[in-house]
């Protein structure tokens, strides 16, 4: 075990750049947790610590790989914005919740740990935004009825022990460096020796530079069962019954999700399948993030909220087209897609949506005066980017994410009358399919992106989930196959088509 941070920071250096870096000492960092200890018994509660140092460029994927396999809990981000990575191993503090205030407890808790953090180090990687330690995790769609729900709880957040961020688009050497962060919540009897000492190791060996063996057969797995749930021909009935219910005026939309599962011969490879996604979906924020086995994996195109620099931004992502096998056939479903009333009400409901729980909080709200298409290797998508400049005293990001979450293009319009029959009728249990993963720092800085194109995996068992906005003109059948384009990249990913 190494106790010296000397060592942890020579293993992620190539042998040429050894001598070009300051060695970081063990030495800070337990001066870091000493101050940390003095001052959790000076204010007579837990204190939030943190240590950062340079790294240079590491390849991401190979260190969360690292991580999942030698932490409790990991997650893996690679964030559409801007082309950073985090990745988050170990736990140094839970703050999960559960019930329909999940995301507001987790807030609370959050602005009172980080508030008094006692932080050492760096300098660090210049990152495009969200600064220090970081509240890393995801939410559920809605809350579980009744008892907690396996194997997640509808809010999981935490701030990870270990904590390495950078740009993915840097290569080589001279590229921009990244950070290695580490995070603990000291108390007055923690020994800042051992809180030192833990997180070296854990730090280390997540970053050590053996490459990590392949994590399943090399071989995909065979699916031995698959379940759609519900059997298509009830989800297509579902459909039906939602059009009959908004031509009957109950509301104007609400999207409706089914799940596929699969049991394969052996445990799925969720590194290699997130790694495909990662290639084939280069313009998604990716995510995977693991708790007692189970992983929640997914590459989407949708955020729900980013906050950087005092700007807010959100994205309207609802309409779909199939793309097409030539550049005629292409341009075809992009015409279907862009003069479509029937899809440009459903696209236009989120918008509306977007404007109005942004407004009160943005001096100066943008949104785009009509949509442009997104391409992504499945389907085509509507797009609207809305971006406003925040007021002074505007909330953080985890409030936004509580304002906007369901967007109406995950759960419906009206939010009430739609999600109460939705909550009556789909016979899903979602769980964090359609919620929100990502992260906030100290400030209420930070990334949420809208759980879709995900699948929740355990051993050799994998629920892949996808949904459509259905509006009172909407044909079952066509949705039906919207929903087959849309689990396409999971199944390509995990092996299974
Ligand atoms: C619900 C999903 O996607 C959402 C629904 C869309 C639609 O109805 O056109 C488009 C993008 C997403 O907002 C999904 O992928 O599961």
């Not at 914005?81 to 191993?89: G, I, K, P, Q, R």
Request: charged letters at 25%.
């Amino acid at each position: 075990m190494a106790t010296d941070a000397s060592l942890l920071y020579l293993a992620a250096l190539p042998e040429a750049d050894r001598s070009a870096l300051d060695l970081a000492s063990s030495q800070d960092l337990l001066g870091v947790c000493r101050r940390a200890v003095d001052a959790a018994r000076l204010r007579g509660r837990p204190v939030l610590t943190s240590w950062a140092m340079p790294v240079p460029y590491t390849d991401a994927l190979d260190v969360w790989r690292r991580s999942r396999r030698v932490a409790d809990r990991a997650m893996l981000w690679r964030s559409a914005w801007d082309s950073t990575f985090l990745v988050a191993a170990g736990t140094a503090h839970d703050l999960s919740a559960d019930g329909e205030d999940r995301i507001g407890a987790v807030r609370a808790a959050w602005a009172e740990l980080a508030d008094g953090a006692v932080t050492g180090g760096g300098p660090t990687a210049e990152l495009p935004t969200g600064q220090g330690p970081l509240l890393v995790g995801g939410v559920a769609f809605a809350p579980a009825a009744g008892t907690s729900r396996p194997p997640f709880p509808d809010a999981l957040m935490w701030v990870p022990s270990v904590q390495i961020r950078g740009t993915a688009a840097a290569t080589g050497r001279g590229a921009p460096l990244g950070e290695l962060r580490l995070n603990a919540v000291v108390d007055r009897d923690s020994d800042p020796v051992r809180v030192s000492r833990d997180l070296l190791d854990l730090a280390e060996r997540c970053l050590s530079p053996m490459p990590a063996a392949p994590d399943g057969p090399v071989t995909p797995p065979l699916p031995r069962e698959s379940a759609e749930l519900p059997p298509a021909d009830d989800w297509k009935s579902l459909v039906g019954r939602a059009v009959r219910r908004m031509r009957e005026g109950a509301f104007e939309k609400v999207v409706l999700a089914r799940e596929v599962r699969y049991v394969a011969d052996r445990s799925f490879d969720v590194p290699a399948a997130v790694d495909r996604l990662g290639r084939a979906y280069p313009e998604a924020t990716l995510f995977a993030v693991r708790d007692s086995g189970f992983e929640f994996v997914g590459a989407t195109p949708e955020y729900l909220v980013r906050l950087t620099g005092g700007t807010v931004h959100t994205l309207g992502l609802a309409g779909t087209t199939p793309r097409g096998a030539t550049p005629e056939e292409d341009a075809a479903y992009e015409r279907d897609l862009t003069g479509s009333a029937k899809i440009l009400h459903e696209h236009d409901v989120v918008v509306r949506m977007l404007r109005e729980a942004l407004t009160t909080d943005c001096a100066d709200l943008t949104v785009a005066p009509s949509p442009t298409v997104l391409k992504l290797a499945n389907v085509q998508h509507l797009s609207t980017p809305v971006q406003g400049k925040l007021a002074e005293d505007a909330p953080g990001i985890l409030e936004f994410a509580e304002r906007l979450h369901p967007t109406p293009a995950l759960g419906g319009h009206p939010r009430a009358a739609s999600l109460d029959w939705l909550a009556k009728n789909e016979g899903l249990d979602r769980g964090w399919y359609a919620g929100g993963v990502g992260w906030s720092d100290t400030s209420g800085q930070g990334e949420f992106a809208v759980a879709i194109r995900s699948a929740l995996i355990h051993g050799n068992v994998a629920s892949l989930y996808a949904g459509c906005g259905i509006v009172a003109d909407s044909d079952p059948e066509e949705e039906y196959l919207e929903t087959c384009a849309k689990l396409r990249p999971m199944l390509h990913a995990l092996g299974l088509a």
